[in-house]
């Protein structure tokens, strides 16, 4: 079955420190992958995603992910934590099987608490 | 430009009671989509609209009718609501670029208890 890990309910990281989210997937071919950050009472919000080409994706607010397909992984990276980047945050990986439309499967999400 | 907005942001219902979450769009995206997000479990696709006039089934569709009423507008609705249905609701949108390419935007969620 298709599925996205996110091995850590929570990460806590200093401020200043820097931040690595872990995501896993296990889908066949070449997915398209994605982060989303969710703030408290808010939707989710695109962040970066990986398409194909340079395996260091950058997004928004700084974040970037490192797309390493020998281990399915699309981990989510920044090099300076902010106490503002505190929120849930999730994976999604969209398989190419789906006949291109962009149905997502999302992980479980990861807490991230950055403390002052 | 408002993005996605859904209404109402909070319902309360009794079990077997009916009502409909409502979602808008004004980016002029072809595809539309229904979640629902559970503690611990992320998001999960209920029903999802490639474009105006059609839908398709998701990974939890039981319990749910969708309605695609034109192409800013994707309806979720509860026949008769039972408290396993209690959960935030997310309506997205995307469409897709010249490469083929979909981003998922999505709306500020409608929190349903059902008691």
């Known amino acids: 079955a298709q599925s996205v890990a996110q091995p850590e309910d929570q990460v806590n990281v200093a401020e200043g420190n820097p931040l690595t989210v872990k995501c896993t997937y296990s889908v066949s071919g070449n997915p398209y992958l994605f982060w989303y950050v969710q703030y408290p009472n808010r939707g989710l919000q695109f962040l970066l995603k990986?398409?194909?080409?340079?395996?260091l994706v950058k997004g928004s607010y700084g974040f970037e992910a490192e797309f390493n397909k020998s281990q399915t992984s699309f981990h989510l990276k920044k090099p300076s934590a902010l106490v503002s980047d505190s929120a849930l945050y999730f994976c999604?990986?969209?398989?190419?099987?789906?006949?291109?439309?962009?149905?997502?499967?999302f992980g479980a999400g990861t807490r991230l608490a950055v403390h002052p | 430009n408002a993005g996605v907005t859904q209404t109402p942001k909070f319902q309360v219902l009794k079990t077997g009671q009916s009502m409909t979450l409502q979602c808008a769009q004004d980016m002029n995206h072809n595809s539309m989509y229904w979640y629902r997000q559970d503690p611990g479990m992320g998001l999960r696709l209920i029903y999802y609209s490639a474009s105006e006039g059609t839908t398709d089934k998701g990974e939890v569709p039981n319990g749910y009718n969708v309605s695609r009423l034109n192409k800013r507008e994707f309806s979720l609705r509860l026949e008769s609501a039972a408290p396993s249905q209690t959960s935030v609701y997310f309506c997205?949108?995307?469409?897709?670029?010249?490469?083929?390419?979909?981003?998922?935007?999505f709306g500020p969620g409608t929190r349903l208890l059902v008691l």
């Open positions: 990986y398409i194909t080409g340079d395996n």
């Open positions: 999604a990986v969209s398989p190419p099987q789906w006949g291109g439309y962009n149905k997502l499967i």
């Open positions: 997205a949108s995307s469409h897709r670029d010249r490469v083929g390419q979909e981003t998922q935007y």
